[in-house]
């Protein structure tokens, strides 16, 4: 498989439990150590554990064909993804500030990787 695409798998695998997090964490907002466990056990926050978990293994699957140089910069496109998941999902707003800063992320990826 191709280094790009198994980035990509990592990084959407990332976003993804993110988004479930985030989803869970606006149902069930975390307010003190007690309610930690009700939380943790939200079926939202455990399928994003399940994912994080998933993207672990196709990370060390990366880790153990790629150059890190190469792979790593490449990660940085889950923020670009996330951000844009926040708008889209959760009604999120992003300022020009934010495009710009994701738009040099995205380009400084792309020079770093090749």
Known sequence: MKP???????????????????LSLSRFPLKSAQSLPTVILQPYMLLG?????????VWFYALSRYDLSRIYPMQSI?????????????????SGQQVLG???LTGGAYFLTK
């Open 4 to 22: 790009m695409l198994v980035v990509l798998l990592n990084v959407l695998l990332l976003v993804g439990g993110q988004l479930l997090w985030k």
């Open 49 to 57: 554990c399940l994912l994080y978990g998933v993207a672990t293994i």
């Open 78 to 94: 889950a923020y670009v993804i996330g951000a844009f998941c926040g708008v889209l999902l959760f009604k999120e707003t992003i």
């Open 102 to 104: 994701m738009a040099l």
